[in-house]
């Protein structure tokens, strides 16, 4: 699974897994033996594995810049991947919009899909930091935009709309 390279939210124990099988293929691939890891994006087509996404889950998943794969694409790219001599293949559509709309929140490993220059003026954008923010209020008003914040935080990794979803 792609969530090894990615590090998915809510897949930690997936993702560990799958990265020791990542690491099993570059092993074997300096021992001399095959070994191939194609850690995979989410599939369009549902499956025993994301047959129980829910739309909050797709929201959050589009939301990193995955693009789901057709059957008959991935099936390509599973083919093509035994020419390329590597030992583990990230196989997903990215969507470089959504990772732009990130920030500075994009993975490492596909920061290079994203200028720096897009990136820094994004950030300049923002504004004034959090502690000049909160260095102007009271101690109640403080704990009111600190809990909104992270509410709003959970709330967007989870996927959902706003933060009045999350208690």
């Known amino acids: 699974s792609i969530a090894g390279l990615l590090g998915t939210a809510g897949q930690a124990n997936y993702a560990a897994g799958n990265t020791f099988l990542d690491a099993l293929a570059e092993f074997r691939r300096e021992q001399g033996l095959p070994g191939t890891s194609l850690a995979w994006g989410l ?8 047959g129980h996404l829910a739309e909050v889950d797709l929201r959050r998943i589009a939301k990193t810049g995955l693009v789901p794969l057709a ?15 590597e030992a583990v293949l990230g196989v997903s559509r990215i969507d470089t919009a959504a990772l732009r ?27 004034t930091s959090l502690a000049d923010r909160l260095a102007g209020l009271s101690p109640v008003e403080r704990e009111r935009a600190l809990t909104e914040l992270v509410r709003g935080q959970v709330a967007a990794v989870l996927g959902h709309a706003d933060a009045s979803e999350v208690a």
Not at 71 to 85: C, H, I, N, R, V
Not at 102 to 112: K, S
Request: net charge negative; no cysteine.
């Open 43 to 50: 599939w369009r087509e549902t499956s025993a594995m994301s």
């Open 101 to 127: 709309a990130r920030g500075e929140d994009v993975p490492t490993i596909l920061t290079g899909l994203v200028p720096a220059a897009v990136r820094r003026a994004e950030v300049a954008q923002q504004g």
């Open 71 to 85: 059957s008959e694409e991935a099936m390509a790219l599973f083919d093509a991947s035994q020419f390329t001599g």
